[in-house]
Structures are given as C-alpha cells and as structure tokens.
Nanobody
Framework: QVQLVESGGGLVQAGGSLTLSCAASGRMLRTYNMAWFRQAPGKEREFVASITWSGTNIFYMDSVKARFIISRDNAKNTVVLEMKNLKPEDTAVYYC?????????????????WGQGTQVTVSS
C-alpha cells in the first residue's frame, strides 16, 4: 500500500507563487512515475505535470508550461510542484498521484495511488 500526503496549498493573489509538496510512504517502488493533477469545481480532474522516476522525462499541460516546475527527490520519496505567476484559472484542488505508468497528458485512471488533495486558490 502506498500513502501520499500533499501540503503547501493556500490562498495567493494573481501573479504570486506557491510550492506544493507530496510525501510518499509505504511500499512504493522508486521506479514509479509521479504526477500532479488538479480539479476545479464542476470540472473533471486534469493532468498538470508528471516526472519519471529518473527525472529524465517531464511533461506539463500546455497552460502551465514556463510557469510550473515539477521535481522529485527519490531519497526522500517526495515530489514538488513549484508554481509561479499563478492565475485565477489555476484555482483547484491539486492532487499528487503515483504509479508505474505515465507519459504526456495521461488520464487519471492510470494512476492507482492518490493523495487527499490540497486546495490552491488564486484571487484576481
């Protein structure tokens, strides 16, 4: 079993920055890919960014490219999402996910393990 715990969400003004962290524990293979998704009220959960276990392959959704950076520390079993120049449309609950599959813009269904989510609210 794998447990994921997100932290770092909050309220920020447009143009501001936030850093989200996800701590993994349990029987997680370090070869697993890790990803961030988000879900705004009334909308489907959408892919934000992912990173392979080696950090070699990183993918972002188009609207966050050049503003968000995903990174991971395998020794600490953590993944971080640095978010800059935040916009009101970035407001959502952000979820950390992990699993053996990955790639660009994967559907949420391919990830078997999820955190409980952390709220990010960007005011205009």
């Amino acid at each position: 079993q794998v447990q994921l715990v997100e932290s770092g969400g909050g309220l920020v003004q447009a143009g501001g920055s936030l850093t989200l962290s996800c701590a993994a524990s349990g029987r997680m293979l370090r070869t697993y890919n890790m990803a961030w998704f988000r879900q705004a009220p009334g909308k489907e959960r959408e892919f934000v960014a992912s990173i392979t276990w080696s950090g070699t392959n990183i993918f972002y959704m188009d609207s966050v490219k050049a503003r968000f950076i995903i990174s991971r520390d395998n020794a600490k079993n953590t993944v971080v999402l640095e978010m800059k120049n935040l916009k009101p449309e970035d407001t959502a609950v952000y979820y950390c996910a992990t699993g053996p599959a990955g790639g660009p813009a994967p559907p949420p269904s391919i990830y078997p393990y999820w955190g409980q989510g952390t709220q990010v609210t960007v005011s205009s």
